[in-house]
């Protein structure tokens, strides 16, 4: 159940970091779109949208790869993870 929650709160923060430039490009693209309500504004609108989704995955791989799946996961979850570890090699 721990590995589930810590496995759960890793995704979380995962999502967080993509949220983040996309939330961005979303009001800039709300912006775009109420200042060009045509066709051009809707796809400059989903082309902005889409461009801070990628950002977003490019960051959250970047994450990943630097720091591992341990980033996403809050620094309590991890050290809770560990000590069970070691209980277990214990036995």
Do not use: W
Not at 43 to 60: E, H, K, Q
């Amino acid at each position: 159940m721990k590995k589930t929650l810590a496995i759960l709160t890793g995704l979380a923060g995962y999502i967080h970091i993509i949220l983040f430039p996309v939330l961005i490009t979303l009001i800039v693209s709300i912006v775009a779109y109420l200042s060009m309500p045509e066709v051009l504004g809707f796809l400059l609108s989903v082309f902005l949208c889409s461009i801070g989704l990628i950002v977003g995955l490019i960051m959250a791989f970047r994450i990943l790869k630097k720091r591992g799946p341990a980033a996403f996961v809050p620094a309590d979850e991890v050290e809770e993870i560990v000590r069970e570890n070691e209980d277990l090699e214990q036995l």
